[in-house]
Each structure stands twice: as C-alpha cells, then as structure tokens.
C-alpha cells in the first residue's frame, strides 16, 4: 500500500469538474476522490477548501458533503515555512544573479485569500506530495516574473510537486 499523502491545489477540483470530468459523465472520478479524501490518502488546505466555496457551485456543494479534516494553515510550523516561500519569492536568484520574481510577484503570493504560498509551506512541513495542474516557468530566470508558478517554487524548498495523473496513478484509480 502506498503511504503517500497528498495535498491537493483547487485546480485539481476545479479544472476536471469544468473540463475533463464533469459529474455527470465521470461520477467514478468523483466517488474516487471522496474515498481518498475521507481515508486521510488526500489532504485538503483550508485556504483550497476556500477557495472552491467561493465557487458556490455543484463542485463547492460536492465538497461540503464530504466528512474529513481540513488541514489548517495556521498551524506554527506552516506559519514558519510560509515565511521561508515568501522570503524565496522576495530574495530568489537565478544562477545569473537575477532576481527570479519581481514585487507584484511577492505581493500576488502574500494575498491572503491566495492558497499558493501555504500550500508549498504545509506540503513542506507535513511531508506531502503536492498535486497541482500548474506547469514549471521554462523562462524562469531570464527577466523577474511576476506570477510564480507553483511547481517552481516547490522546487526551491524541496517539495514534491506532481499532476493530478500522477496520483490518480499512485492510488490506484481506474475508470469503471
């Protein structure tokens, strides 16, 4: 069995329920996520479980039906690691000596209704695996960018940042 946990960004509940499983054509997907949601396989943010309410839709409706323990962001040790992801945004460098990441950048992660941000710091502290749909910045390093991408940051704290794929995989997920 796999001792993996995963925590999951809101796009990995919001781009398959607007595109590639809708309820009504993929309810294994969803009846999947519940199950591993509700074992503690899956770890939803608090700052995620947010921002899907903002949604108030069938997936905000989906989400609040489902019994399980959010994982809370104010928790000392994330509250510590945060500091460190909004210290990488404000100081980061490429090998060149460039900044990675311009202030709108820093200010963008230090929005306090963004997830980003806590997600790598509680990923970080609990020693999960994080799933987002975000992909790493191919021109990262060649001028400050001011939208930082999940998996780039990661990266830097060392925090495992893989695709929705990849867990549905490591779970076991199978259409039925």
Aim: glycine content about 4%.
């Amino acid at each position: 069995m796999n001792n993996e946990v995963f925590l999951v960004d809101s796009n990995t509940f919001i781009t398959p329920y607007k595109t590639y499983y809708p309820f009504d054509i993929a309810p294994s997907f969803w009846m999947f996520l519940r199950e591993n949601i509700e074992n503690g396989n899956i770890v939803i943010l608090s700052k995620v479980y947010e921002e899907v309410e903002r949604g108030k839709d069938s997936l905000s409706e989906w989400l609040q039906n489902i019994d399980f323990a959010q994982a809370d962001h104010r928790v000392p040790k994330i509250l510590a690691i945060y500091g460190q992801v909004l210290t990488h945004i404000q100081d980061g460098e490429s090998p060149l000596g460039t900044h990675l990441y311009n202030e709108k950048a820093l200010r963008e992660w230090a929005d306090n209704d963004r997830a980003d941000g806590w997600l790598i710091a509680t990923a970080k502290a609990e020693s999960y695996t994080l799933i987002s749909f975000e992909k790493p910045n191919s021109a990262l390093g060649t001028s400050a960018s001011s939208h930082p991408k999940i998996p780039d940051v990661a990266a830097a704290l060392s925090v495992e940042c893989r695709n929705l794929y990849d867990m549905m995989r490591a779970l076991g997920f199978t259409f039925k």
